[in-house]
Structures are given as C-alpha cells and as structure tokens.
Nanobody
Framework: VQLQASGGGLVQPGGSLRLSCTAPGFRLEYYAVGWFRQAPGKEREGVSCISSSDGSTVYADSVKGRFTISREDYKNTVYLRMDSLKPEDTAVYFC???????????????????RGKGTQVTVSS
C-alpha cells in the first residue's frame, strides 16, 4: 500500500494550505488515517488523525485550532487544511494508515505501517 501526499508548497506566515492524501488501489474509508511531519534536525511529530468509524479526530497541541483534518470517502481522499501557518510548521508532511479503524492517540500516526513519500511545506516570508 503506497499513500500519496500532495499539496505542499511555499507560503507566507499566516497563510493557508490544504494537503491531500490518496491511496490508489486501497480503500481508506475503512481505516484511520493520520498525518505526521518531520522537520530537519527534529524528531517526527504526529500532527492529526481521523477515525473511520465515526470520523472522530485528534490533533497535536501545536496545531490545535489551526489545522483541520477531514475525509471524503467517495474520493478515497483525506485532507489536512492548515491555516495560520507559522515558520515552525515547516516540515515534510506524510500521511499514513494501517488496519485500524480508530485513532489511538496522536502518536499512533507514527506507528502506522502504510505511508508514502511526503510533501514539503515551507512557511517563510
């Protein structure tokens, strides 16, 4: 299973981006999907996760109130809307999934076994 993250780019502080995650040949609708990020010289950080059963969500404290995760199962796509971006949000963002329906805490995104290449997000003036 290879996930595909897209939508990254260069944005000024305070700006917005929407990342997308798809999985050709794999139905995301049955499983929890998460996003994590990795910045140069820093450890990976779980960002957000959305469950498949009831659409419940979890967020890292660092992004709560600024990022929104959502899913459109008929498009087999999960989104991460990022508003009020800060320079410290600069990182490569990855989406991930596994054979679980529920998000088991924000750090569970780091243990999900299926992921793909990330998409670079750079927040700079």
């Amino acid at each position: 299973v290879q996930l595909q993250a897209s939508g990254g780019g260069l944005v000024q502080p305070g700006g917005s981006l929407r990342l997308s995650c798809t999985a050709p040949g794999f139905r995301l609708e049955y499983y929890a999907v998460g996003w994590f990020r990795q910045a140069p010289g820093k450890e990976r950080e779980g960002v957000s996760c959305i469950s498949s059963s009831d659409g419940s969500t979890v967020y890292a404290d660092s992004v709560k109130g600024r990022f929104t995760i959502s899913r459109e199962d008929y498009k087999n796509t999960v989104y991460l809307r990022m508003d009020s971006l800060k320079p410290e949000d600069t990182a490569v963002y990855f989406c991930a999934t596994d054979h679980v329906a529920e998000c088991r805490g924000i750090d569970s995104t780091l243990r999900m076994g299926y992921r793909g290449k990330g998409t670079q997000v750079t927040v700079s003036s």
